[in-house]
């Protein structure tokens, strides 16, 4: 014990020690804390500080603490407002400019509760000021009857709310943090208190939506109409043709996307992936296997054997005329007859800017459509037309339907808009940009086949901006959300590897799910997608991940490489 004692003499002969354990927490200065979204303050207006406390006096010389005045009992405003000033000559000017504070709160601050607190007090006329209160120094408090059982103040800066807020008009939270706080304009004293009470009330109403929106709500979801979906930032499809030059008359005329081509080192393990994923196999030659769903194409996907290779989407054009003017382009190939093919027809094969091929096809024989088994009938809260009936489900394959999209990353990526949306009456369903030096850069397309007032899915065909040049992925698709969560289960129990999935897109708003097949290509099945036709705007909007799903696992980071 004596040790310690000879150490507290120690510290009190130190002067820095001393004056440190005599300040206590007061010597590590105002307490700041951060704001977060929700809370009420304003942060632009010096929100979110702990207001220093000093000692004040009445025009009677009585003493008492600054919070004291400040939240006296006969005012009922849950935020307090007061003024702090420099010397007396401010109180006029700051009084008028609370009149208007008055007049713009709806009496929330009374200009006859509202506190005003100087520093400097020299002329005799400011006594009538009602609720007017002087700083008081560290004698003025050691002589009051409030000092009584306390001891004297040490260190004490009788000027610290000037020091620390440096404001003049404060408004203060009933935990005694600052609101709001700004410095006056006694020159205009109605425009500053105008501006700083619009601002406040503003910045208040705004971190009320703010902690509303913290609050959990219901998830719901609607079917709205297509130009409210997409937003403000949209433009007319007849716009966007004007403004890109665009001449329909030459170019070639798209009916709808029919397969997709692929070539594959082992027909076998793709073959087998494939009736995994819902196709069946129509037709198998020795280097060639073609697929089919249950509609009425007789192939949605075709596999070549050879090296890992992508051969392109195969579209339907609406005449031979448009194969003949195919050919003519100066990347097109010859019209081949298809006699192996299911559906027979002819075909064209040209490249585009990056090389990729583009297969046009013409005088396919459509297939039967194959009777889907599984309707269900959906109960909801208050619609139940199922009544006596259970729902049972198989396990399986999610059975493919149709090729309903695919989309390529390239590096020239306004190149390749220009050379499809030229060619072919392949249109923008959306673009997504990125902010570049200040101007926007359109990084993404999804665009869809325009066939007039005719629906489409709302895209068929998508461009990303990428580094490299290769194919994303092709997607098919399947009857609804069941169907979708059982062929994923199927798909996962047999050993494949997914990508990501089942969530919901927004643009297309496409509930997906895609795979890595047996070679390394992506492939996903989807359902429930968007129709529109001419009269739908097209959108703008920002890129990102948060523009690519409304729910479901989080995006892999290289989704889009």
């Not at 296997?289 to 192939?299: E, I, K, L, N, Q």
Request: hydrophobic share 35%.
């Amino acid at each position: 014990m004596e040790a310690h004692i000879r150490l507290v003499s120690l510290a009190r002969s130190i002067p820095r020690w001393k004056r440190d354990l005599e300040l206590a927490p007061r010597k590590d200065g105002l307490i700041r804390y951060t704001h977060s979204d929700g809370d009420a303050v304003v942060p632009e207006l010096k929100g979110s500080l702990k207001l220093p406390q000093v000692f004040c006096k009445d025009m009677s010389g009585k003493v008492s603490f600054t919070e004291d005045v400040i939240f006296r009992s006969e005012q009922n405003s849950l935020f307090r407002l007061f003024v702090y000033l420099h010397n007396d000559e401010e109180l006029e000017p700051a009084r008028n400019a609370m009149r208007v504070t008055q007049e713009i709160s709806r009496g929330e601050f009374s200009v006859d509760n509202i506190s005003f607190i100087v520093e400097q007090i020299t002329c005799d006329e400011a006594s009538d000021y009602k609720n007017l209160f002087q700083i008081a120094s560290a004698e003025d408090f050691a002589q009051s009857p409030l000092c009584n059982g306390r001891p004297k103040p040490t260190y004490y800066e009788p000027f610290l709310v000037r020091k620390e807020v440096c404001a003049e008009y404060i408004i203060v939270r009933p935990d005694r943090f600052v609101f709001a706080a700004s410095r006056s304009n006694l020159r205009q004293p109605s425009t500053f208190s105008c501006d700083f009470t619009t601002r406040s009330l503003d910045g208040l109403a705004n971190r009320l939506q703010k902690l509303q929106r913290t609050l959990p709500t219901p998830c719901h979801g609607a079917s709205i109409p297509d130009i409210a979906a997409i937003g403000p930032d949209q433009e007319s499809v007849a716009s966007w043709r004007k403004r890109c030059d665009i001449d329909c008359e030459k170019q070639i005329r798209l009916v709808k996307l029919s397969h997709m081509r692929y070539q594959h080192p082992d027909l076998n393990g793709i073959t087998t992936f494939l009736q995994d994923f819902g196709m069946e196999v129509v037709k198998r030659t020795d280097d060639g296997v073609w697929y089919r769903g249950y509609g009425t194409d007789p192939y949605v996907y075709y596999a070549q054997q050879g090296e890992r290779k992508f051969l392109g989407g195969a579209f339907e054009v609406e005449s031979y005329q448009d194969l003949e003017r195919a050919a003519q382009l100066p990347t097109g190939g010859e019209i081949q007859e298809l006699p192996d093919a299911p559906g027979g027809g002819q075909m064209v094969t040209l490249t585009d800017p990056e090389g990729f091929p583009v297969n046009l096809i013409y005088g396919q024989v459509p297939a039967g459509p194959v009777e889907y088994r599984m309707r269900i009938i959906v109960n909801t809260e208050s619609d139940k037309p199922r009544v006596r009936r259970f729902q049972r489900f198989k396990p399986g394959p999610a059975a493919v339907h149709k090729l309903g999209h695919f989309g390529l990353c390239v590096q020239r990526f306004e190149e390749m808009v220009n050379f499809y949306t030229s060619n072919f009456n392949i249109v923008p369903s959306d673009f997504l940009h990125v902010e570049q030096e200040g101007q926007r850069k359109n990084v993404a397309l999804f665009a869809h086949i325009d066939r007039g007032a005719d629906y489409v899915d709302h895209h068929s065909f998508f461009l990303s901006a990428n580094e490299t040049s290769h194919v994303h992925h092709c997607s098919f698709e399947v009857h609804d959300f069941d169907t979708q969560n059982l062929g994923h289960q199927w798909l996962a129990d047999k050993g494949y590897t997914s990508v990501w999935g089942v969530g919901r897109h927004i643009l297309g708003s496409q509930l997906f799910d895609y795979w890595w097949d047996t070679t390394g290509n992506m492939v996903e099945h989807y359902a429930d997608g968007d129709l529109i036709n001419e009269e739908t705007p097209i959108g703008y909007g920002p890129a990102g991940d948060e523009s690519l799903a409304v729910w479901g696992p989080e995006v892999p980071a290289w989704f889009l490489r």
